[in-house]
């Protein structure tokens, strides 16, 4: 079916246009970290789709007539009604972003010694699951592994190794069930309901808990929609709303699907548990009913909720991913299939075979996107991932190296990622030209944020 993205631009913001030699200064004051850019010099910034989605004007005009009450205020009501009628859970509480709903939940079902379960956690997620002393276990699916393999479903976690865990002799130390949907860690590719289905009963036989990281719940359910047996005719917001019926609750940052810069939630059904949430929520985020969001992020969230769910939007919008992947193909950079729809992640290891892993090759990719481009992006690979001992050298690479092209919520248009394909494709022509880079100084923590590097001739 022919289709065009159902929305036009109201209000733009200026793009910043830069020369090479501009670039070549500023990437190496930033020590070749794309973190330490300043944003005016940055044109196509795809360094992530996280509260870098453009706003509607109704989202907008619901933001300027928000009520700031500290309590009770109407901005709350219209959030909790837009996610009750989402999810159904009972209990809602309001958080300011994905990692706070995280900390909040873990630390009242994990502790030390504990294990999270899931297809794969976020890189924040891990980071709280593991500031509690607890182990964050990643168990995607066998097709994962294959990056060039067309299966639909390559986010599902491995219920054959979860069984074996929830049976096993660790059973007793799982404390949760966490379901990332789409699996950003694992290439922004989607979890079948099936999976989520059987992963949700072999939790609850063993009285495990089960939540959803649902960040993409909307982009989800879309590709259920296109790629799932039996869903073919139901509604993107029937299949969202099935996905929360089948756990015990989730946490989501807002500032994806929401289609809003800040905001995310956390959603349980058990009272008790919530109560819990909720006293460490007033403790440290702020009261129930607002919990460290402004009244105007409720708003937007209100509406970016129930805009993100039109099938139009979604349709375009994986179109748009569709059509980038494409044109990456035709330039002859090889991406990780199928493609999803938040991101493109380029297989940098093999464009690049003359940089061993040790010389960071996903890295290397996103500089060179950078320098020739202006495009800003994000490696992940062994520079995120791999394991270095304590000169700095990589001992144990990652197994692939990628780069990830995020693509943020009806912020750029066809000619952007036009450019963004013929700059791939100048790459593309001439690949033993780019330099491989090694670490100058790595902090322990978060590192890929905090890294600083140099390029090897
Ligand atoms: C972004 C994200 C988070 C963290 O959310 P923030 O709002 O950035 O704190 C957690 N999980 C997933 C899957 C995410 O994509």
């Not at 453009?54 to 219209?78: H, I, L, M, N, T």
């Not at 072999?202 to 047996?229: K, M, T, Y």
């Not at 039109?310 to 919008?317: S, T, V």
């Not at 493109?344 to 290891?349: I, S």
Request: proline content about 6%.
């Amino acid at each position: 079916m022919r289709t065009f993205p159902p929305y036009r631009a109201q209000v733009v913001a200026e793009i910043p246009v830069t020369t090479r030699a501009e670039r070549e200064r500023a990437l190496a004051a930033a020590g070749y970290n794309a973190f330490n850019l300043p944003a005016n010099m940055v044109s196509i910034d795809l360094l992530t789709d996280s509260g870098t989605g453009a706003v509607s004007a109704k989202q907008e005009a619901a933001a300027a007539a928000a009520d700031r009450s500290y309590a009770g205020s109407e901005s709350f009501f219209r959030f909790r009604e837009a996610l009750s009628e989402l999810t159904h859970y009972p209990h809602l509480l309001p958080v300011h972003q994905g990692r706070a709903a995280e900390r909040v939940l873990f630390t009242n079902v994990l502790g030390r010694g504990k294990i999270s379960v899931s297809n794969t956690h976020f890189d924040t997620t891990r980071a709280n699951v593991e500031l509690l002393g607890a182990e964050a276990r990643d168990l995607p699916c066998a097709e994962f592994g294959d990056l060039d393999s067309l299966e639909p479903f390559k986010g599902n976690i491995n219920l054959d190794v979860l069984e074996q865990l929830l049976t096993g002799p660790e059973a007793g130390r799982v404390g949760m069930v966490l379901v990332t949907i789409t699996n950003n860690g694992g290439g922004g590719q989607p979890v079948s309901m099936a999976n989520l289905a059987a992963a949700s009963r072999l939790a609850r036989a063993h009285g495990v808990p089960i939540f959803l990281d649902a960040a993409r719940f909307a982009e989800n359910a879309w590709l259920v929609v296109q790629r799932e047996e039996g869903y073919a005719g139901k509604t993107p917001r029937e299949v969202a709303e099935e996905a929360f019926g089948l756990v015990d609750g989730c946490v989501a940052s807002l500032k994806k699907d929401g289609i809003s810069p800040m905001g995310a939630f956390i959603g349980l059904r058990d009272p008790e548990l919530a109560q819990r949430c909720e006293a460490l929520l007033i403790a440290t985020e702020g009261f129930r009913t607002y919990g460290g969001l402004g009244a105007h992020d409720l708003d937007r969230l209100a509406r970016g909720l129930r805009e993100v769910l039109d099938p139009h939007y979604l349709e375009a919008r994986a179109a748009e991913a569709a059509r980038l992947a494409q044109l990456a193909n035709e330039a002859g950079v090889d991406i990780v299939q199928p493609p999803g729809i938040h991101a493109l992640y380029l297989n940098a290891g093999r464009l690049l075979p003359h940089l061993p892993a040790s010389r960071f090759p996903g890295h290397s990719l996103a500089c060179e996107l950078y320098l020739a481009g202006g495009i800003r992006c994000a490696e992940l690979g062994s520079l995120y991932i791999g394991e270095l001992d304590e000169n700095n050298e990589l001992v144990t690479p990652a197994p692939f190296e990628l780069v990830r092209l995020a693509l943020p919520r009806r912020t750029y248009s066809r000619g952007h990622y036009d450019y963004v394909a013929e700059i791939l494709g100048d790459i593309a022509k001439n690949p033993e030209s780019v330099p491989g880079y090694r670490i100058v100084e790595a902090p322990k923590i978060l590192r890929h944020f905090n890294l600083t590097m140099a390029p090897v001739a």
